[in-house]
């Protein structure tokens, strides 16, 4: 491994694949191929992660969001070292002669050679294009190098259920939107079918008639949903008071593993009680006496990043229910 990573010489080699891939195509097929960017992806990983089903998953990402990836993988404790690797991701749609490619550059970083990538990042990223950053460690985000590379970031995406302390995750994101960064949470991204399918009921005339009558939504969960239950929460209670309508608000975790893998949301007021709860791959929707269900598998890492993906401007609503979140959960923070 080599100690250092000069972006000037990553960038030439990149020109270099470039111009033999070039040929190659032209070569074969006679297609050629087409380079495509839209964004600088910067992927921050352990080195434990499955980098196989890592670099699948930035693969499928590619025709949809196709962008200059920079992969980091996180070594750990060990000498100051950084190592580097170039390569494509290319795919050809159908009916279209062309290849289309873009860029991926591997990173191999030991902790003690955080503080260069900063500099190393900045210059590889592509000019006048948004700079995504989806971090997949949970302690590089509380290390002072994680700060320098998400100042450099249009949007940075984590996962807080990946953090071991669901408070932990929450008054991070909710320090950081506040700061000024533009964050992103795979937990809110999995909400998004339970938010749709909350608003659907209320497309109903008669139900949106007993809205005013809520008085209570209680949000039931099981480890590790508790940031989930509580962005939730907050969301349903602040839509609702946008609504004018105050309605008292419980985030309760119950005992045991459980066989739901999500929470359990409740809406209660004298006419009117609405229920959401999955059962399996299925969201089930009760409203009073009546029931109904849809499709709701668990979705994959690239779903939940091709939807991060396509908001590169602030979320407004998910800033509000994180700021909600944090306020409701740990009201004696400052």
Same mark, same amino acid.
């Given at each position: 491994?080599?100690?250092?990573?000069?972006?000037?010489?990553?960038?030439?080699?990149?020109?270099?694949?470039?111009?033999?891939?070039?040929?190659?195509?032209?070569?074969?097929?006679?297609?050629?191929?087409?380079?495509?960017?839209?964004?600088?992806?910067?992927?921050?990983?352990?080195?434990?992660?499955?980098?196989?089903?890592?670099?699948?998953?930035?693969?499928?990402?590619?025709?949809?969001?196709?962008?200059?990836?920079?992969?980091?993988?996180?070594?750990?404790?060990?000498?100051?070292?950084?190592a580097?690797?170039v390569?494509?991701?290319?795919?050809?749609?159908?009916?279209?002669?062309?290849?289309?490619?873009?860029?991926?550059?591997?990173?191999?970083?030991?902790?003690?050679?955080? $503080?260069? &990538?900063?500099? #190393?990042? %900045?210059?590889? =990223?592509?000019? !006048?294009?948004?700079?995504? @950053?989806?971090?997949?460690? /949970?302690?590089?985000?509380?290390k002072?190098?994680?700060?320098?590379?998400?100042?450099?970031?249009?949007?940075?995406?984590?996962?807080?259920?990946?953090f071991?302390?669901?408070?932990?995750?929450?008054?991070?994101?909710?320090?950081?939107?506040?700061?000024?960064?533009?964050?992103?949470?795979?937990?809110?991204?999995?909400?998004?079918?339970?938010?749709?399918?909350?608003?659907?009921?209320?497309d109903?005339?008669?139900?949106?008639?007993?809205?005013?009558?809520?008085?209570?939504?209680?949000?039931?969960?099981?480890?590790?949903?508790?940031?989930?239950?509580?962005?939730?929460?907050?969301?349903?209670?602040?839509?609702?008071?946008?609504?004018?309508?105050? $309605?008292? &608000?419980?985030? #309760?975790? %119950?005992?045991? =593993?459980g066989? !739901?893998?999500?929470?359990? @949301?409740?809406?209660?007021? /004298?006419?009117?009680?609405?229920?959401?709860?999955?059962?399996?791959?299925?969201?089930?929707?009760?409203?009073?006496?009546?029931?109904?269900?849809?499709?709701?598998?668990?979705?994959s890492?690239?779903?939940?990043?091709?939807?991060?993906?396509?908001?590169?401007?602030?979320?407004?609503?998910?800033?509000?229910?994180?700021?909600?979140?944090?306020?409701?959960?740990?009201?004696?923070?400052?």
């Open positions: 491994m080599g100690t250092t990573v000069s972006p000037e010489r990553v960038l030439k080699e990149l020109s270099a694949l470039w111009v033999s891939y070039g040929k190659e195509g032209a070569a074969g097929d006679g297609g050629g191929v087409l380079r495509a960017c839209s964004m600088t992806l910067v992927v921050l990983a352990e080195g434990s992660d499955d980098a196989a089903a890592l670099g699948e998953t930035i693969a499928a990402l590619m025709p949809e969001h196709p962008a200059r990836a920079i992969v980091v993988s996180l070594s750990g404790a060990g000498p100051r070292a950084l580097d690797r390569q494509q991701q290319c795919w050809k749609p159908f009916g279209l002669g062309k290849q289309i490619c873009c860029e991926q550059i591997e990173i191999t970083a030991s902790d003690e050679a955080l $503080a260069d &990538l900063p500099s #190393v990042l %900045l210059p590889l =990223a592509v000019p !006048d294009l948004p700079v995504m @950053v989806w971090c997949r460690s /949970p302690r590089l985000v509380r002072a190098e994680f700060g320098q590379i998400a100042r450099m970031a249009t949007k940075v995406v984590v996962d807080s259920a990946a071991a302390d669901a408070s932990d995750a929450i008054r991070w994101m909710a320090g950081a939107a506040e700061s000024g960064l533009t964050i992103g949470d795979l937990s809110w991204t999995r909400l998004t079918r339970w938010r749709e399918m909350l608003s659907h009921v209320f109903n005339r008669d139900y949106l008639a007993k809205l005013s009558g809520i008085g209570e939504v209680r949000v039931e969960f099981r480890r590790p949903l508790g940031v989930s239950a509580w962005l939730m929460g907050a969301w349903v209670a602040g839509s609702l008071e946008q609504a004018g309508v105050k $309605a008292a &608000l419980s985030v #309760v975790e %119950l005992d045991g =593993a066989a !739901d893998p999500g929470p359990r @949301v409740q809406l209660t007021g /004298p006419n009117l009680h609405v229920e959401l709860s999955r059962q399996e791959d299925r969201l089930v929707i009760e409203v009073n006496s009546l029931s109904s269900c849809t499709n709701l598998p668990q979705p890492d690239y779903l939940l990043m091709r939807e991060e993906l396509g908001i590169v401007r602030r979320d407004a609503v998910f800033e509000r229910s994180l700021a909600s979140a944090a306020h409701l959960a740990y009201p004696t923070d400052k």
